[in-house]
């Protein structure tokens, strides 16, 4: 058995963990925020809930399920290419560095530049790996090219231009790992439109906008209704993420081979996540179901 279809044969055992209607409604109808909490244990986080019991931390037991996802999908030995699919967690880390070099003042200690809590620990470069090439100066074994991009860091002034280079760099990373299939091109092709879409709705009219994306004209338009930019943008990552999900169930509907389902899950179970936390952080500050469930269609599965 070759090591896509073993992976894609435990993913798909994986995906009756996802998070349901049911399993949402139980979490937002559940007498306290403990009950709720503990539904957790059903959703592919049992592990990391009871580690986190104690204190309820559900912030720290749904990102710890995720790093363990990402864990998982190491061991099917598929290498570089979880790049393309961390390619946002890697660059939001790695800028995180970067303003904290840039605001760092002669009486500070490099050493304790960012805390563990601000780094997102599913990205591709973990902390410790970041640690290394920014406040060590050297390149960990096997990632090399983290290092160089940190070098070529001081080749640029201002704080702006280190945020693009960041964002370019790490993006042709990501290209040159998926470069060799077709839908790994698509994935990144699908994400580098979408994020550019979320930076240019906040300078660009809608024709400029239409004009840049035609793909997503359905989307421009909708989003064009609300009078907000508030509520524009915030409509947008909605739209931007369901065209996602559709995109990536029909890429992996049938399959037993490629990426397709790994991605696929992956992106859903992040998704999830955000739902879980919403729900968990209404019952937590006190709202009752009618008042959490007025809101349930801003979530999404």
Known sequence: MS???????????LESEMLSEDSANRMISASTFESAYA????LGYAKESSVFRDTYNYEGA???GLSNTLGLFKTFE????LKLLTVIVDIQNIILYVKAIDALSSEENIDTLVDESEVI???YYSKD?????????EAKPGYEELYTLVQKLEEYKT????ELFVESEIIKQAEKEGKSNKFLNAFLSFLKNSEGLKKDVLKESQEVLLQKYPDYKNIIERIFVEKSKQNQVSLLEILLDEKMVSFLREQSSGK???????FSFFWRKERNSRVIRSILLAKKSGFSPEEIKADFDAFIF
Not at 78 to 81: A, E, L, M, T
Not at 159 to 162: D, Q, T, Y
Not at 256 to 262: A, N, R, S
């Open 256 to 262: 037993i081979d490629g990426y397709e389902v790994l």
């Open 159 to 162: 704080l702006e231009e280190k």
């Open 62 to 64: 749904i990102e710890s």
């Open 3 to 13: 090591q896509l279809i073993h992976a894609v044969a435990r993913i798909r055992v």
């Open 39 to 42: 539904v957790l244990d059903e």
């Open 129 to 137: 790996v970041l640690d290394t090439a920014f406040i060590a100066g």
């Open 121 to 123: 620990s599913y990205g």
């Open 78 to 81: 598929i290498g570089k290419v």
